[in-house]
């Protein structure tokens, strides 16, 4: 089967411009989240999307970053105006369930590299 | 969730066995203990997970004792390959899979 997708793999943009990362988790995988690696620390969870609803937001940074999943299938990560600490690798993962036994597979994540 | 402390490198040569230790005072009582792997330029990848005693698996075994506040992850004979970043991670079975990463463990294996 195909793995956790994410595109682009790198970006660069200028502070105060939008980026839009994308995710396509594994196909029949109802369970998507994102995290975010900022450079130097630890990777720290933002979402949790179970289809196409918002099930936990709690680590979303602030209101420049938003989260959409329409249609329950791939997820976009938005970040409008982008600064300079947004920089970093932003991973997506999926889960078929969220049972104990149903580990996360992450994607390969997008750097984003914001100037 | 539990908060997690795991050495912050190691070293070792191919051919070895690994264990790597985590501790987890804190663990709740439905916490399950999961470890990642990741490699530079990707996402972490699932390697076993277990709840008490011992789990085995293709690529690795862990280790945990009764009272569960800590656990080790053993690595056979790496090779030069299993140059990666081992996360400890638990808190898993909490109703959603908000998973929390600590720093990991850099290991690093020469020839």
């Known amino acids: 089967e195909a793995g956790v997708t994410q595109f682009p793999s790198h970006s660069v943009i200028e502070k105060g411009q939008t980026v839009t990362l994308r995710c396509d988790p594994i196909?029949?995988?109802?369970?998507l989240y994102w995290y975010r690696r900022v450079m130097g620390k630890e990777i720290k969870f933002l979402l949790h999307?179970?289809?196409?609803?918002?099930?936990?937001e709690s680590g979303m940074p602030n209101n420049r970053f938003l989260a959409e999943r329409t249609g329950g299938t791939y997820s976009t990560l938005k970040v409008q105006p982008a600064e300079l600490e947004d920089s970093g690798v932003y991973f997506c993962?999926?889960?078929?369930?969220?049972?104990?036994?149903?580990?996360?597979?992450f994607g390969n994540g997008t750097r984003l590299t914001v100037t | 969730l539990a908060k997690t402390t795991q050495p912050i490198s190691m070293d070792s040569y191919e051919g070895q066995e690994v264990n790597i230790t985590c501790s987890h005072n804190?663990?709740?009582?439905?916490?399950?203990i999961t470890w990642y792997q990741q490699f530079p330029s990707q996402g972490p990848r699932f390697i076993i997970q277990?709840?008490?005693t011992k789990v085995t698996n293709e690529v690795a075994s862990l280790f945990i004792p009764a009272d569960r506040k800590s656990s080790t992850l053993s690595l056979p004979r790496v090779s030069l390959s299993d140059t990666a970043v081992y996360y400890c991670?638990?808190?898993?079975?909490?109703?959603?899979?908000?998973?929390?990463f600590g720093t990991g463990t850099r290991l690093l294996v020469s020839p």
């Open positions: 196909s029949g995988h109802d369970n």
């Open positions: 993962a999926s889960s078929q369930d969220i049972s104990y036994n149903s580990p996360l597979h």
């Open positions: 277990g709840y008490k």
């Open positions: 804190n663990i709740a009582t439905n916490d399950y």
């Open positions: 991670l638990v808190g898993f079975n909490t109703g959603f899979q908000k998973l929390v």
């Open positions: 999307f179970v289809k196409e609803s918002k099930q936990d």
